[in-house]
């Protein structure tokens, strides 16, 4: 991994957040120094409360860093860009106006006008048979299960081919079983778009079971404690040795 | 199920016509004061094929059109007011505090003072009417907006317009219904109302001049044949125009309040 120039692909440098609350200031991230490589599986694994979805959302441009920056490719980024697509845990990420097919459609609108919309439509029906949802283009997200909605989401995030995924415990709201499913099917579509991901969560086990390397955080206040490069073979099993070891080591931190 | 429903309304209504008639036929009330259902019948259908009624109905329902038009376009207008300038939000809502509970019939009197007995008066008592609780419903239908939506529609790029248009106007689309189904229900009471009132001193006519004038001449076939007039255009409005409107958007999108 010594390869200077890709491996900062995305940085962060110096990235500090405060709240105020009676006046009396609250660090939330305290010096949050990272960098991703392009096309890398990044997941940033720490307790409630570490500050991780705050991170993301500083890196999505939601919100403003109070100090330090975010770069790309050595530039700083300023503001929310359809580059950097995030996937929240929530459920209703989705707009429950618009069925299935026309909430990808929306991505396509938004981030690929210029081509036409027989096509557009073609495309977004390539991304929902993607996430293995072919049948229900014409169903309204209520009337689709949790796991459903989320791999909506990322038909839609994939639609509007960002170059960073960014993903707020996505899984985090769905049962163990639809879980598994949906984590092997994000690392399928990570294998063949390539996409660089940041994965938020406070799983042990899906942090190692998906990432590459695995940004561990703590709170009070949110910082990073260590970052551990995950060399598994992919496709990881939960029963392998190694994958234990990766396990205890990481819990005892 | 539908068809079991208006099968039920049906017996509903005949059950009521029967008992009509059972009062009428015991004779305790005069057919001067309690007509039977063949005399209402009659003058229904006279005041429709004389034109009298149909003109009076579309006098009103112009009225009611243009007031809720009116009203309409003022929420929009200070909603986004309200929405896009922070310092104008407490002074509506103040506006809206005071002015929602307050009846139209109530301003009657001093819009009569104001604007006289005439077509502008019943509109100011209309829109004040519907104004209010549209706007209070729009207020907090912007207000529950999910930030998420928001979020969003940021992420992938759509500017405020756009925002606004695809995703503000849809998300508090089933407020907005409600609110205008709360505005046309005070709507039609309070022009129902203010016709009578203001055809006393100076008819411009109307649904509620109508009844208020057969009233006057005793002709209480007319006064029914009126209130039938109300409550059909009630039900086909309410149950019809809305009803319709809620089950091909809110209701099939799981948005129902």
Same mark, same amino acid.
């Given at each position: 991994?010594?390869?200077?120039?890709?491996?900062?692909?995305?940085?962060?440098?110096?990235?500090?957040?405060?709240?105020?609350?009676?006046?009396?200031?609250?660090? &939330?991230?305290?010096?949050?120094?990272?960098?991703?490589?392009?096309?890398?599986?990044?997941?940033?694994?720490?307790?409630?409360?570490?500050?991780?979805?705050?991170?993301?959302?500083?890196?999505?441009?939601?919100?403003?860093?109070?100090?330090?920056?975010?770069?790309?490719?050595?530039?700083?980024?300023?503001?929310?860009?359809?580059?950097?697509?995030? $996937?929240?845990?929530?459920?209703?990420?989705?707009?429950?106006?618009?069925?299935?097919?026309?909430?990808?459609?929306?991505?396509?609108?938004?981030?690929?006008?210029?081509?036409?919309?027989?096509?557009?439509?073609?495309?977004?029906?390539?991304?929902?048979?993607?996430?293995?949802?072919?049948?229900?283009?014409?169903?309204?997200?209520?009337?689709?299960?949790?796991?459903?909605?989320?791999?909506?989401?990322?038909?839609?995030?994939?639609?509007?081919?960002?170059?960073?995924?960014?993903?707020?415990?996505?899984?985090?709201?769905?049962?163990?079983?639809?879980?598994?499913?949906?984590?092997?099917?994000?690392?399928?579509?990570?294998?063949?778009?390539?996409?660089?991901?940041?994965?938020?969560?406070?799983?042990?086990?899906?942090?190692?079971?998906?990432?590459?390397?695995?940004?561990?955080?703590?709170?009070?206040?949110?910082?990073?404690?260590?970052? $551990?490069?995950?060399?598994?073979?992919?496709?990881?099993?939960?029963?392998?040795?190694?994958?234990?070891?990766?396990?205890?080591?990481?819990?005892?931190? | 199920?539908?068809?079991?429903?208006?099968?039920?309304?049906?017996?509903?209504?005949?059950?009521?016509?029967?008992?009509?008639?059972?009062?009428?036929?015991?004779?305790?009330?005069?057919?001067? &004061?309690?007509?039977?259902?063949?005399? $209402?019948?009659?003058?229904?259908?006279?005041?429709?094929?004389?034109?009298?009624?149909?003109?009076?109905?579309?006098?009103?329902?112009?009225?009611?059109?243009?007031?809720?038009?009116?009203?309409?376009?003022?929420?929009?207008?200070?909603?986004?007011?309200?929405? $896009?300038?922070?310092?104008?939000?407490?002074?509506?809502?103040?506006?809206?505090?005071?002015?929602?509970?307050?009846?139209?019939?109530?301003?009657?009197?001093?819009?009569?003072?104001?604007?006289?007995?005439?077509?502008?008066?019943?509109?100011?008592?209309?829109?004040?009417?519907?104004?209010?609780?549209?706007?209070?419903?729009?207020?907090?239908? /912007?207000?529950? @907006?999910?930030?998420?939506?928001?979020? &969003?529609?940021?992420?992938?790029?759509?500017?405020?317009?756009?925002?606004?248009?695809?995703?503000?106007?849809?998300?508090?689309?089933?407020? /907005?219904?409600?609110?205008?189904? @709360?505005?046309?229900?005070?709507?039609?009471?309070?022009?129902?109302?203010?016709?009578?009132?203001?055809?006393?001193?100076?008819?411009?006519?109307?649904?509620?001049?109508?009844?208020?004038?057969?009233?006057?001449?005793?002709?209480?076939?007319?006064?029914?044949?009126?209130?039938?007039?109300?409550?059909?255009?009630?039900?086909?409005?309410?149950?019809?125009?809305?009803?319709?409107?809620?089950?091909?958007?809110?209701?099939?999108?799981?948005?129902?309040?």
């Amino acid at each position: 991994m010594g390869n200077g120039i890709i491996r900062n692909y995305l940085s962060l440098k110096n990235v500090y957040k405060y709240y105020y609350q009676n006046a009396e200031k609250k660090i &939330v991230l305290e010096d949050i120094n990272f960098s991703a490589a392009k096309a890398e599986f990044v997941a940033i694994l720490g307790p409630s409360g570490c500050g991780k979805t705050t991170l993301l959302k500083i890196i999505a441009g939601f919100l403003e860093a109070d100090r330090g920056a975010v770069y790309k490719d050595g530039k700083e980024l300023r503001g929310s860009s359809p580059e950097r697509i995030m $996937i929240f845990q929530e459920f209703r990420q989705l707009f429950p106006w618009k069925t299935v097919i026309s909430n990808i459609l929306f991505a396509l609108n938004a981030k690929r006008p210029a081509i036409n919309p027989a096509d557009r439509r073609e495309i977004a029906r390539y991304y929902l048979k993607e996430v293995g949802l072919s049948d229900v283009g014409e169903y309204y997200p209520h009337q689709l299960s949790g796991g459903m909605k989320q791999r909506v989401a990322l038909a839609r995030a994939l639609a509007a081919d960002p170059e960073i995924l960014l993903m707020d415990e996505p899984f985090g709201s769905l049962d163990s079983q639809r879980r598994a499913k949906l984590q092997r099917l994000l690392v399928d579509i990570w294998q063949k778009t390539r996409k660089t991901i940041l994965f938020v969560t406070h799983d042990i086990e899906e942090a190692i079971l998906l990432a590459d390397r695995i940004i561990v955080m703590d709170t009070d206040p949110g910082h990073i404690k260590e970052i $551990i490069n995950n060399q598994l073979k992919r496709p990881r099993k939960r029963t392998d040795l190694e994958f234990t070891a990766l396990y205890k080591r990481l819990s005892r931190l | 199920m539908k068809i079991k429903g208006v099968l039920q309304r049906l017996i509903g209504f005949l059950l009521l016509a029967l008992l009509w008639q059972l009062i009428f036929w015991s004779g305790r009330f005069s057919p001067l &004061v309690f007509p039977s259902l063949t005399t $209402i019948g009659k003058a229904l259908l006279e005041a429709v094929i004389n034109g009298e009624l149909i003109q009076q109905l579309l006098l009103s329902l112009s009225i009611i059109a243009q007031a809720l038009f009116i009203s309409l376009l003022l929420a929009l207008f200070l909603s986004l007011l309200a929405n $896009i300038f922070e310092s104008t939000a407490g002074l509506i809502d103040t506006l809206i505090a005071l002015a929602h509970p307050l009846p139209g019939i109530a301003l009657m009197p001093l819009v009569l003072i104001w604007l006289g007995a005439g077509r502008q008066a019943i509109l100011v008592i209309i829109i004040h009417s519907v104004l209010w609780p549209l706007l209070l419903n729009l207020r907090s239908g /912007f207000s529950s @907006i999910p930030e998420i939506y928001n979020l &969003v529609g940021k992420n992938y790029g759509l500017s405020k317009l756009q925002i606004m248009l695809q995703i503000m106007a849809p998300a508090s689309l089933p407020y /907005f219904l409600s609110g205008l189904k @709360i505005g046309w229900a005070r709507a039609w009471r309070a022009l129902i109302s203010a016709e009578m009132l203001f055809g006393a001193i100076n008819s411009i006519g109307g649904l509620g001049w109508f009844i208020f004038e057969k009233r006057v001449f005793f002709d209480l076939p007319g006064v029914f044949a009126g209130i039938i007039v109300i409550i059909i255009i009630g039900i086909t409005v309410e149950n019809l125009i809305f009803n319709r409107i809620e089950k091909r958007t809110v209701k099939k999108w799981g948005m129902e309040l």
